[in-house]
């Protein structure tokens, strides 16, 4: 594992190691102005952009440009720095991710992915695993404590909640609830985003189902969950494919369960043609936090704590806003000031996020085991 700095990480551009959040720390105590410790940061950033730019490359994986904005966001990227960035596999899941890893671990080329983003339980166990190398953003005290790896190996990037997207030029009843989806109105209509064995977004999706049917988050919900679908896909409600703004708009999957903010998305997307309409369960409302961490094997690390700066900054956290997605240091930034009026404007009603149920990482990781251990068994439909 390539080792990094305990806020910053290394900077391999010859001997010199720096550390911009301690740079930052001593300047103040130093000097006592907010002039040197910018001065201190933008040093030290340079010293950072010089590195990833001798490398040259970054690579993505599992990034969608409709998901959170992330087509504009490496696109920003792209433009600040002026290194070429490799995108693999945006349809992957988050096992896939990490798959990627392990098989690519003496691999310096393109295939080699240098970033993640994964949902939340992935991340503790690809730290375990010994996939992941820490790494601490200059503006890693803004990030909550409660989504982030005490030594850096793995952030929460951003969240959204658990909502239902629907076709109105096929389905014409609007669900409310889950409950609903059982109902003879949407015989072959529902569909999940992903594979519930592997995509963390259907293994929520699972869950939140779970949560809505009277289970406690963990392994309960993920029973009651699959006991949901087991009857969906008994009343031919359940369509086992994979959920798109594609396949949404061409009426083979009319409603998907999916993220707030990824239906969003394919909404404005279409355009209105279909027309969609999204949801968000009244039952529960699930939060799901994904998160980011840089490969222990990635062949351009530079290029990729770069990365991470960029995404933690201001113009990163807006243009995942900007697709939907509460950044990590929305909080902070809204006490700011620094969220545009219009962005914040566009988000759908509080109330639909004010009764977010969090569940913890004990709670994820039980209720993955419970999914993605019995899918087969108990709904028996293969998600292509």
């Known amino acids: 594992m390539r080792a990094a700095g305990s806020i910053m990480g290394s900077l391999k551009d010859g001997q010199t190691t720096m550390n911009l959040r301690s740079v930052l720390t001593a300047s103040v105590l130093l000097a006592g102005t907010a002039l040197v410790s910018q001065a201190s940061y933008a040093a030290a950033l340079d010293d950072l952009i010089a590195a990833a730019k001798k490398e040259g490359e970054l690579t993505v994986i599992a990034l969608p440009h409709d998901w959170c904005g992330y087509g504009k966001v490496i696109d920003g990227f792209k433009k600040k720095y002026g290194l070429k960035v490799n995108e693999l596999n945006p349809d992957a899941g988050s096992a896939d991710e990490i798959e990627a890893i392990k098989a690519n671990k003496g691999n310096t080329g393109p295939q080699a992915p240098d970033v993640i983003d994964v949902g939340l339980a992935f991340g503790p166990s690809a730290k375990k695993d010994g996939l992941t190398q820490p790494y601490k953003v200059a503006t890693w005290a803004e990030i909550p404590d409660n989504v982030k790896d005490p030594e850096g190996h793995w952030y929460g990037d951003y969240y959204g909640v658990m909502a239902i997207g629907i076709n109105k030029d096929l389905i014409k009843t609007t669900p409310a609830d889950w409950s609903d989806l059982l109902k003879p109105d949407f015989k072959n209509a529902v569909a999940l985003p992903g594979d519930p064995r592997a995509s963390n977004q259907a293994i929520l999706a699972v869950m939140s189902a779970g949560i809505a049917g009277g289970g406690k988050p ?57 027309p969609i309409e999204v949801v ?82 004990e709670e994820q990781e039980a209720n993955k085991a419970a999914v993605t251990g019995n899918w087969d068994k108990v709904v028996g439909a293969a998600v292509k």
């Open 218 to 274: 963990g392994a309960e919900s993920g029973a009651k969950g699959l006991e949901f679908f087991a009857e969906l896909n008994k009343r031919g409600n359940f369509v086992p494919v994979t959920g798109k703004s594609g396949t949404v708009a061409q009426g083979q999957t009319p409603v998907v369960v999916a993220w707030d903010y990824n239906l969003l998305s394919w909404r404005d997307s279409l355009k209105g043609n279909p």
């Open 280 to 361: 968000i369960p009244k039952s529960s409302s699930l939060a799901g936090v994904y998160v980011q961490a840089i490969s222990a094997y990635a062949p351009h690390p530079n290029a990729a704590k770069l990365w991470m700066e960029y995404l933690y900054s201001d113009e990163g956290q807006l243009g995942w806003l900007a697709g939907y997605c509460h950044p990590a240091r929305f909080n902070a930034m809204v006490a700011a000031g620094k969220v545009p009026k219009d962005l914040l404007d566009k988000l759908p009603p509080a109330e639909g996020y004010a009764k977010a149920i969090f569940p913890t990482l």
